[in-house]
């Protein structure tokens, strides 16, 4: 009888032993202290992250990402220049381990800022050089463009056209009819804005902007917000990003996106990981998701192109300018300076 009681009792405890180490996906991790010496953590994997992507494509992110790997995001989300003012602010201490979701130029000045820490992705070897740094300080997963959002009821009410143009803005019929996002604050609209300056030439592209400014009703801080409010009937016209009305489109909304006959520019949406990040090897798996397959394929999801060739369903036939994000990175500082002075009351 004792026998078999002991039996009994040492085979409780390996079910239970085997229990406890089966379960909780991502609920261990090796990581590396300053040392470099390595040690076993156990309990849920988190990191922190910044990030101007929109609420609803990144919680879609966020589910895949755990659903994969076991990594748990917790997530701040900014407009693209307040979340720029809120690192310049933070430096060197900054309150995410990374950011997911930024644009190209701001990973370009944060270079210089040495903030970046680098990390060699082995997920990321097979994606073009010109969408990642060579250092690996950042890496571009998705890109994105300029669109304009049109509400089809509110232009064949009043019997438009839509605009097929930038040109085409500057109509007085549009008075009061066009809502755009503010630069200060949005990064769709300092990409427009760099467009229309890299388009026209900088004093003429200023022209073109008091122009329009005559014709506009309200500036939001956000990039997504305009799409949304013609998509409610609430103006004829917004300026936004592509996703942002192609999304309203495919939800049912009476709107079509117009795509300028000059051109649009278009900008890399980025990840990096900040230099002294507390949760770096979690940080870093993010970062291989993110390059990978699975990653790409989730981002597709909410964006119309993404930079791993090989899940991207056909090709776009988009017209492009040949946009100099390195130029737009540069004299941010100083278009903003003179935007301000302009439009003082925009933001």
Partial sequence: MRKKYMFFMLALVLVVALS?????????????????????????????????????????????LERDTGIRGEILRMSSGELW????????????????????????????????YEYDSPQWSDIPAEFKDPSGRWYGWSYWYNAIAVNTDLIEAAGYEPPASWEDLLDPKWKGEIVAPDPGTSGTAYLL????????????????????????DQYTKSGTAPAQMVAEGEYMIGLSWDMGVYN????????????????????LDVAWIFNGAENL??????????????????????????????????????????YDAVWAAENRDRIMERWRDEFPYSE
């Fill in 248 to 267: 309203r489109v495919a939800e049912g909304y009476p709107m079509i996106a117009v795509i300028p006959s000059e051109g649009v520019g278009f900008d």
């Fill in 20 to 64: 406890v180490s089966g379960c909780g996906n991502g609920t261990e991790e090796v990581v590396t202290d300053e040392n470099g010496a390595e040690e076993e953590v156990t309990g849920p994997r988190t990191v922190t992250i910044y990030t101007h992507n929109d609420e609803e494509e990144m919680q879609y992110f966020l589910e895949a």
């Fill in 281 to 322: 090897d979690t940080a870093k798996a993010v970062i291989d998701w993110i390059g990978s397959e699975d990653g790409m394929r989730a981002a597709l999801e909410y964006r119309g192109m993404v930079t791993r060739a090989e899940v991207m369903d056909g090709s776009f036939d988009v017209n492009f300018i040949d």
């Fill in 193 to 216: 804005v760099a467009t229309i300056m890299q388009l026209m030439g900088e004093e003429a592209g200023w022209d073109y902007l008091y122009a329009l400014h005559e014709n506009m």
């Fill in 85 to 116: 003012s809120r690192i310049e602010a933070e430096n060197p201490n900054f309150g995410a381990d990374m950011v997911w979701g930024m644009m190209h130029s701001f990973a370009l000045r944060a270079e210089g800022m040495d903030i970046l």
